[in-house]
């Protein structure tokens, strides 16, 4: 079994290996036919209780029949909004009103925090982001609240049944030590540019807009249409936080359990080194195999310099 947990604005997946000659009731033609079912990976501990993992729809079905198995392969429930066409507008909404709005339509809880500007505003502030008509240029339910979160700020996923649409966590990091990881090791990137330059055309003010933010060094370029001077300001610096992260990865495994989550930020200490720092979850592949038993992978950039 293999649980890949990716976080927001993506769908995690999940790999599962059952048998199909240990009960007649479930056998080749069960699993073949099963079609795009809902189903609930969860794990059950000795103590009793059980930790869920992922809550998805089956995508794949193969059955290997030289090992008598059926491979069970799908995503977690946002599946059910990359898989819904838009068939509407909502300016007069907010982006929270449209959130709330999907999760009930697909009988998903939401966990959503408010949002004050309607969506048909965004170009009547900055020319920036005219979501009037939004469905012609993103296909589906899921791409339409990635773009809304990305415009408040925030981020989007499904856990479990749950439809997320808020800011990021802020939470203070969870400390682990280096000895936790059975194997740890970090990729240090060299060639990681260091200042962000944006460039736009502002149609309404007939002049270009150029902001930058970094220091000297290796530079990337950004081009984007129709903003203001603050608002090139905040991308550019927005734009340079993000890649600044992917100077450190952290790559650890360590046994598994149910709690590290992508989006959640940990403190790792103990190498006497420089690179004791804070790190942001990225993503947990998380697996169970005869050979290693229960273990999880977790991805991690460096949040702190």
């Not at 809902?38 to 794990?43: C, D, G, R």
């Not at 339409?144 to 499904?158: D, H, K, P, S, T």
């Not at 260091?194 to 081009?223: D, F, H, L, P, Y």
Request: hydrophobic content about 40%.
């Amino acid at each position: 079994m293999t649980v890949d947990a990716v976080g927001y604005f993506s769908a995690s997946r999940f790999r599962v290996m059952v048998s199909t000659g240990c009960n007649v009731e479930f056998n080749a033609d069960y699993y073949a036919n099963v079609g795009q079912q809902q189903i609930s990976i969860a794990l059950l501990p000795d103590g009793g209780g059980s930790m869920p993992l992922l809550t998805g729809v089956i995508d794949n079905t193969t059955i290997d029949f030289r090992n008598d198995i059926a491979v069970l392969a799908g995503r977690d429930l946002s599946a059910l909004l990359i898989d819904t066409d838009l068939a509407e507008t909502f300016q007069n909404q907010t982006s929270a009103q449209i959130a709330q709005m999907i999760a009930t339509r697909h009988g998903l809880a939401a966990q959503i925090h408010p949002t004050k500007m309607m969506v048909g505003q965004y170009y009547d502030v900055d020319h920036a982001r005219n979501i009037l008509g939004l469905n012609s240029r993103v296909g589906n339910e899921w791409g339409l609240l990635c773009q809304l979160a990305q415009a408040e700020g925030y981020m989007v996923a499904v856990q479990g049944t749950t439809l997320i649409f808020q800011p990021p966590d802020e939470s203070v990091a969870m400390m682990l030590p280096c000895t936790a990881f059975s194997n740890l090791a970090v990729d240090v990137a060299n060639a990681v540019p260091q200042s962000v330059r944006v460039k736009s055309w502002n149609c309404r003010q007939k002049r270009s807009i150029e902001a930058s933010a970094g220091g000297a060094g290796r530079g990337m370029t950004s081009v984007r249409p129709n903003l203001g001077s603050d608002e090139a300001l905040n991308m550019a610096q927005s734009e340079l936080g993000v890649v600044l992260q992917h100077g450190r990865m952290m790559v650890g495994t360590m046994p598994g359990e149910a709690i590290l989550q992508p989006g959640l930020r940990i403190g790792l200490y103990g190498t006497g080194s420089s690179f004791d720092r804070v790190y942001l979850v990225i993503s947990v592949r998380r697996t169970i195999d005869q050979a290693c038993g229960f273990q999880q992978t977790i991805r991690a950039l460096c949040l702190s310099t």
